[in-house]
T-cell receptor
Framework: NAGVTQTPKFRILKIGQSMTLQCTQDMNHNYMYWYRQDPGMGLKLIYYSVGAGITDKGEVPNGYNVSRSTTEDFPLRLELAAPSQTSVYFC????????????FGPGTRLTVL | GQNIDQPTEMTATEGAIVQINCTYQ??????LFWYQQHAGEAPTFLSYNVLDGLEEKGRFSSFLSRSKGYSYLLLKELQMKDSASYLC??????????WGAGTKLIIKP
């Protein structure tokens, strides 16, 4: 199993550009999550999904959109990138949301200039 | 508001024991997780506590006191590879993980 994979690993965007961060998991997990991690801060939940076709906002959803058309894929869309979106983005998945551990992808380091 | 506090940085010696504390104030409690994160890498799961007491797993142990809103991660026989950040996270009443900022552990020979 590849686990959770993310692409790209690194990206530099100009202000106002858009991009999609890809996330795929092959563990047949129902729950998937997008986090951002800023230096000196805890992980912040952007969006999450409890299954195909179902998504919900987390703590910091503004400026982002998601979709979940399949169990495996959970892309994160950034529209009109801003410097405040410079961060490391992690995708994660879990079997359920409760006591089960979350498995994380390797992350995407995004810089908006 | 919801808050999780951990020390920012700790230093310990190879072969020694270190205790990393975590205190929390959250809206509800459905368990506490510890994750390890090496620099530039993704977090990986270490432990989960939902009942009071100590859970031991090899060189790592995790303790929880729900009445005190307190947990600690105990690392024994420290190795250089244990140099990493340790993240405390609480599952709140909405079953969302609230994360602390992490404790950077530096191991010296």
């Amino acid at each position: 199993n590849a686990g959770v994979t993310q692409t790209p690993k690194f990206r530099i965007l100009k202000i106002g550009q858009s991009m999609t961060l890809q996330c795929t998991q092959d563990m047949n997990h129902n729950y998937m999550y997008w986090y951002r991690q800023d230096p000196g801060m805890g992980l912040k939940l952007i969006y999450y999904s409890v299954g195909a076709g179902i998504t919900d906002k987390g703590e910091v959803p503004n400026g982002y959109n998601v979709s979940r058309s399949t169990t495996e894929d959970f892309p994160l869309r950034l529209e009109l990138a801003a410097p405040s979106q410079t961060s490391v983005y992690f995708c994660a998945s879990s079997y359920e949301e409760t006591y089960n551990e979350q498995f994380f992808g390797p992350g995407t380091r995004l810089t908006v200039l | 508001g919801q808050n999780i506090d951990q020390p920012t940085e700790m230093t310990a010696t190879e072969g020694a024991i270190v205790q990393i504390n975590c205190t929390y104030q959250t809206s509800g409690f459905n368990g506490l997780f510890w994750y390890q994160q090496h620099a530039g890498e993704a977090p990986t799961f270490l432990s989960y506590n939902v009942l009071d007491g100590l859970e031991e797993k090899g060189r790592f142990s995790s303790f929880l006191s729900r009445s005190k809103g307190y947990s600690y991660l105990l690392l024994k026989e420290l190795q250089m590879k244990d140099s990493a950040s340790y993240l405390c996270a609480v599952l709140d009443s909405n079953y969302q993980l609230i994360w602390g900022a992490g404790t950077k552990l530096i191991i010296k020979p």
